[in-house]
């Protein structure tokens, strides 16, 4: 059974009628003016049906609406029982068809839905108009669908469609989807009937892709704002008299501006220094000369009155100016930061310069200030053999411990205290900060004599490794023997010989084998001293540098 012909009477605008002053009372077209069509044929009728339709659309209604309001208007000008939109869905493939009526108030009420499956199948296609009439991308009317030969559509002759007229909705050959009006008996469409009903597809596909494209531009002017806003980079947009039109968060935080404080004024009365402000206005002379982006640095002076040194980069948009519209791009790095910290590394380098040269001749004073070494005319090895014999065989009466008590703990952790002193030392570390790193190094008092010390110093009566240093080469581990300490600082060593030092320097080894810590030194000193009835030389030995073991050890 057919569903039986649903009319309503229709209200439109006349081609004169002035368009409503708010669009946004408007439900529907249907609903806008009054309008009395007995005087009008029906091409007349169509012509201001299109005329009427497209002032609706420059309203910009909202997009369902307006999509409702095409279809109804199709339907009530070709007086057909029923209309309908199809709105395609691109990732699906599929056709979303509504089909219904509108009242005379103007709402829509949507009688029958359907998904239509738009597939490359030959069966696929002929299932249904609307993926017929798309896959032609041509009007399709069917004066009697049941016995229609060209497709199949189930659906319309299952809600009692005898007649009907299908125009796809297409942009750029772009599927949007289909606007269709169908009767419920037999009723002959005309070429004149599907020519009006295309011209309405085609100022509705225009108004939805209009619609869609200023939607994507506004998602797009959004996400590039919030991008522009994260950035550190300084974002100034500028019209053609260099005024101040936009600006990101980086560049309020390195002027101290709010954009509201200094939008609408120039650039250069704003932030430009004064006696830098002729060099600014050439920069935009020259930017506005050529199409390249041009690059300079140039301080701004800030809120606070400070000034900001800042990498520019200016760029023409290429645009026509308009009001609120940049006609420049000025874009900068703010390297104040990183000016600051260079000034801040070169004044570090030059008071360690500094402190190097006055440790130096510091150096060169105590040096001066110690006995001279004196050269005996000894046999080498013969004052090596010496100074390897046992502290006991030479009647030494020193509170020492053996060799065998050295290799306990206590020795072990006084060495690696040595190591660091040492290393601190010759890092040019003071003397107050050595004092406050290592303990349980003390100063010692009483000092008295010519003995003069950088650095703490502390009783070491231990037996230790030394090796006279003749020429450039390193001794070799046979060239080693064994002296007993008197004292030992970060600084330096004092041991004892039996005769007075033939050598200059000297590599002393720390520790206990295999685990040994060799550091060279220069004697800087050496006087007689009595221990028990034996007169020893006592050697004052300044540290230099740290060897390493495979140096000596290979």
Known sequence: MRTPRIRFKRNYMLPETPLAANSSDLQSLLGAVELRWEHLDPRAKQQAAVLAFGRRANARPDLAVLMQDAAALCAEILRADLSGIGEYDPQRRKLFLRIGVTDIKGASQWLHSHEVELGSAADKLQESMAGYAITTGSPVVSPNLPSDARFKDRFLCGIGVYSAVTVPLHLYNRPLGTLGVYNTSERPFDEHDAQFVETIAHLLSSSIARVRAEEALVQQTTVLDQLLQQVDTLVFGLDDRGRIVSMNAAAERSSGFAAKEICGKTLISALAIPLESAQFEGYLRRAASQSAAIRFEAAILAKDGSQRQIAWTLKVLGQQSSSGKPTWLLTGADRTAEI?????????????????????????????????????????????????????????????????????????????????????????????????????????????????????RRQFKYHQLIAPVYGQELPSPKKFFTVACEDISAGGIAFYLDCAPDFHKVVVALGKPPALAYFGADVVRYSKKQVGEKTMYLVGCRFTERIPSSAIER
Do not use: N, Y
């Not at 310069?353 to 060169?364: I, T």
């Not at 014999?389 to 065998?404: H, K, N, Q, T, Y």
């Open 340 to 456: 600051v910290a260079q000034a801040q590394a070169a004044q570090a380098r030059a008071d360690a310069q500094r402190s190097a040269e006055q440790l130096r001749r510091l150096r060169q004073m105590l040096a001066k200030a110690e006995h001279p070494v004196v050269q005996e005319e000894r046999p080498v090895q013969q004052k090596v053999a010496a100074a390897s014999e046992s502290p006991a065989r030479l009647g030494m009466s020193l509170d020492v411990v053996s060799r065998d008590d050295f290799a306990g703990t206590a020795s072990a952790i006084a060495a690696a205290e040595l190591e660091a002193s040492v290393a601190r030392a010759l890092a040019g570390q003071s003397t107050e900060e050595q004092a406050a790193d290592q303990q349980p190094f003390r100063p010692q008092q009483g000092v008295a004599g010519h003995e003069k010390r950088s650095s703490p």
